[in-house]
C-alpha cells in the first residue's frame, strides 16, 4: 500500500496502526530509540512568558507572535457550527454541514500543532540552556479564561508539554514556577502594583523602569525559577504523558500542511 511519508521513521518500529478519521486514512507507528541525553551547562537560561499580545515572550527581548490562522480557524469553525445549527435534524444537507465542520476542526487542530512543533523544536535548537516557564497547574489558567478562550489554553498547555521532552531530550532542564504576580511585579526593583490588561507597558511608579509587559513578566519568571535553586528538572514527570501525548500528534503531524506559510516561522 503506498504511503505519504511526511517524517522520516526514527528507530525501531515496534507497532504500525491504520487509523481512520472522516475520509483519511493515517498511519501511525510507534518506534523505540535510545537517545543519548547530552550534559549541558547552564549558561543560558532564559523566562518565558505565556503572553497576552504575543504568544510567547521572553526574557531575553523575544517576542513570537501569535498565528494569525488561529483566529482564521476559528471564524471557520463558527461559520460551520452556525450552519449546522441551521439546517434540519437528520437532513443529508446538516450531515454534509457536520463533515464540513469535522474537518475544520481537524485543521485548526493540525494547523496548530505544526505551529507549536516547529516553535518548540527552534527554541530548543536556539542555544538556551534552560527555560523557566509558567506552571499552568499552579496558575490554573485564569487569566487566560477571561481572554482567549479554551483554545488558547489548550494551545499553550501542549507549547510546554513539547517544549518539556524535546528540551529534556536535548538535556535542557525545564523549571516550571508559580507566575501569579508575574506581571504585576518590577523586574527591576521587586515593586508590585496593578496592571490592568490595557496597559501594555510596565511603568515602574517605584523605580522607573519602563519595559514591555509581557518581556518583564518573563524576567521575573526566570528570577523565581533562579531562586528555587537546584531542585532539579520538572519535566521528568511530565515526559511519560508527554510521549503519550506525542504519539496521539503524530497522527496529526502526518497530515500537515507543507506549503503552510507559517513552517518556518522566525524567531523575531
Ligand atoms: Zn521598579
Avoid at 531575553?60 to 476559528?74: A, C, L, N, S
Avoid at 526593583?189 to 509581557?214: A, V
Avoid at 500528534?249 to 497530515?255: F, H, P, Q, Y
Amino acid at each position: 500500500m503506498k504511503i505519504e511519508l511526511h517524517r522520516k521513521i526514527e528507530g525501531t518500529i515496534k507497532t504500525l496502526a491504520i487509523k481512520r478519521e472522516g475520509r483519511n486514512y493515517y498511519a501511525v507507528f510507534t518506534t523505540i530509540n535510545d537517545i543519548k541525553v547530552p550534559d549541558v551547562e547552564n549558561t543560558n537560561p532564559v523566562g518565558i512568558d505565556l503572553g497576552l499580545d504575543s504568544f510567547v515572550a521572553m526574557s531575553d527581548g523575544t517576542k513570537i507572535e501569535k498565528p494569525k490562522f488561529m483566529r482564521q480557524k476559528r471564524k471557520k469553525i463558527a461559520k460551520w457550527q452556525r450552519i449546522v445549527a441551521r439546517r434540519k435534524r437528520g437532513s443529508k444537507r446538516r450531515n454534509n454541514a457536520k463533515q464540513r465542520l469535522q474537518s475544520a476542526y481537524t485543521e485548526a487542530a493540525n494547523q496548530s500543532d505544526d505551529y507549536l512543533h516547529k516553535l518548540s523544536t527552534q527554541l530548543v535548537n536556539s542555544g538556551y540552556t534552560s527555560f523557566a516557564v509558567e506552571d499552568l497547574r499552579i496558575q490554573n489558567m485564569v487569566k487566560n479564561h477571561r481572554l482567549a478562550g479554551s483554545i488558547q489554553d489548550a494551545s499553550w498547555n501542549r507549547f510546554i508539554q513539547m517544549l518539556s521532552y524535546k528540551a529534556e531530550s536535548a538535556g535542557l532542564r525545564i523549571e516550571k514556577v508559580d507566575a501569579r504576580n508575574t506581571s504585576k511585579t518590577c523586574s527591576n526593583c521587586g515593586n508590585i502594583q496593578e496592571m490592568p490588561l490595557s496597559e501594555r507597558t510596565y511603568i515602574c511608579n517605584r523605580c522607573g523602569m519602563s519595559k514591555d509587559r509581557d518581556i518583564n513578566a518573563s524576567i521575573n519568571i526566570l528570577h523565581r525559577a533562579t531562586t528555587l535553586g537546584q531542585r532539579g528538572s520538572h519535566a521528568q514527570g511530565d515526559m511519560a504523558s508527554a510521549i503519550q501525548q506525542e504519539s496521539k500528534s503524530r497522527i496529526e503531524e502526518l497530515r500537515t500542511d507543507k506549503t503552510h506559510p507559517l513552517r518556518d516561522a522566525v524567531i523575531a
